[in-house]
């Protein structure tokens, strides 16, 4: 049988409270606080009396290193012990933790009689860096070490600043990495030596310093990789051999082969020693993730009804990073703007780097069959594009697309074919990779032009031009909120069908509203011109919508939302015309790691005749 350490056979466990005197330095008084085994350990096991006075002993090195490493090398400790429910500290009922009776003081306190434990720190004058010196590590050539302005920089520290030894310590680090990202592969810059001069309260520090040559990179050699062809990763990679030496270009080409979706790990490490020609060979490690996913979709609104449905992906179905992805959902499940049940059935092609490096080519073939309030579509979609990043925030597109559909709008029937030449621009500077993932800063614009021709009683031609942009506010700016916690968010949306009249375009190409995605509160196509005496929406050739939004997040996992839409639809080419309707309401977030779970609850605060008088909506991630 074994005994905890803290246990002391034929002794009664001493139950003890601690307390810390705050120093009046908060970040000081926590790092105290964590340091202090008395305080940390009092809610474990009870201990035995001698066990409770070697805690004791033990925390004035602790608290001492915790002083010391924010700069106060003079401190005094005081650890006060005395019965719980004593008036106060006098001589004779308390017993100071460095006085060797200590234990047997303790065996006298009588059974089940807790003690208080009282720590007081002083700060005493804090010391300050006295002569920061930098030495040649041996073989690392003579004379004095001599830094640039961004060696200097890195290293930060000067006489006469607080003797802080995370500063210290870091300063070491700091250059270092500096070192290496000028090209010296082999820098060290070694734990500094200090000398604590009391007498003047400073603390003198040295570098050791080496250098060493600077190197290119050598062979990059890859390994790991079973279905993914070497030649394509090779193409991939932004660093190449002969390339200077800098970790931040190695770490990003790391992040970028990462970023492919292919691999759950890539690790790349030094391959010393040196070459001949001052050359530092790097080895590129590649664990494969999985290739083929199956996901479960599912959405409700009560204009659109539910949808619901499976995709399957294939993340490198040809050795280069092709993304394959099958899905086949079910729509129209119920919902104010549906007249029955449909489908969207579709397989996804993404070819990455087509033709150049961040150009990607997208195919799509799509079946559409839905059953609107405003028409009943059957339709056979067919496109193919290639988008480009332009840097961080700017991406283009240009795509090609046809299209063999069979559309029924109030009796009348008609078959289209139409192919159109779509060209857009978008710019993001919201910082984020995941479009699910709530926006606190930054813009969003989307611009695009989709020149059109329909193939039917002749052909006629028309051009779709759209513009949307959202902007993201962080009230935390104002100084009334913790960063990301309160939000305003702010989107508009502009269009205008150019070369034809409403009636002299396709149903599924005019411009309609109402929905989550321009006007809540009004059911999916529900605002603008009407067929008389209907629900029927006839679609305009402008359109134009705005929104302001509220977003609260509440303790951990939880937020709110507040917001108001306003939008119309138009006859004519110029947007801002037509009936305005405005929608407000408010909802609820849940998130998760992946997103916020969103719900939301919007009622019309003009309602048109037939409109719906509320509506909900469940999705994941923010309506923009």
Known sequence: MCWPADTVLGADPQTYTTTITPTGQAELDAAISASSSLLSLQKTHAVSPFALAGRIRNDYDRLRTALESYGYYAPAIRITVWPRGAKNAVAAASMDGTDPRLPEWLLAIPKGQAVQVTITPTRGEIFRLGRVTLVRASGDGTGPVVLNALESKALGVKAGQPAVASDVLTAGANLQS???????????????????????????????????????????????????????????????????????????????????????????????????????????????????????????????????????????????????????????????????LGYDVYADLMKPDFGSRDQNLSVRVEGIRQLLYSYRQTALLVRAGVVRKLGQRWTVSFEGQAEQEHIDQMGMSNDYTIVSLPVGATYDSTGLNNPIDPATHGVRVAASVTPSASLINGMSFFTIMQANASTYFDLTHLGISRPGRSVIAVRGIVGSVQGASTFDIPPDQRLYAGGSATVRGFRYQGVGPQFDGSKYAIGGTSMDAGSVEFRQRLFRSFGGALFADAGQVGTGSRPFQGTLRVGAGAGVRYYTPIGPVRVDIAVPLNRPKRGDTWELYLGLGETF
Not at 199 to 222: F, Q
Not at 269 to 288: C, I, V, W
Request: hydrophobic share 35%; proline share 6%.
């Open 178 to 340: 500096e070192l290496k990202e000028e090209g010296h592969a082999l820098a060290q810059v070694d734990t500094p030596k200090a000398w604590l001069r009391p007498a003047t309260h400073t603390l003198d520090v040295e570098y050791t310093v080496r250098s060493g040559p600077v190197v290119t990179i050598g062979a990059i050699s890859l390994s790991g990789m079973t279905r993914t062809h070497p030649a394509y990763i090779a193409r991939r990679m932004t660093i190449h051999p002969n390339d200077l030496y800098q970790p931040s270009r190695i770490e990003s080409a790391r992040q970028d082969l990462a970023g492919l979706g292919v691999f759950s790990d890539v690790q790349v490490n030094d391959a010393p020693p040196l070459t001949a020609g001052r050359q530092m060979p790097l080895s590129m490690a590649f664990k494969e993730g999985k290739v083929r996913m199956v996901a479960v979709q599912g959405g409700y609104s009560t204009d659109l009804g539910g949808r619901a449905g499976i995709s399957w992906t294939h993340r490198n179905i040809f050795g280069n990073a092709e993304r394959l992805r099958l899905t086949a959902l079910v729509t129209g499940l119920g919902g104010s703007a549906q007249q029955g």
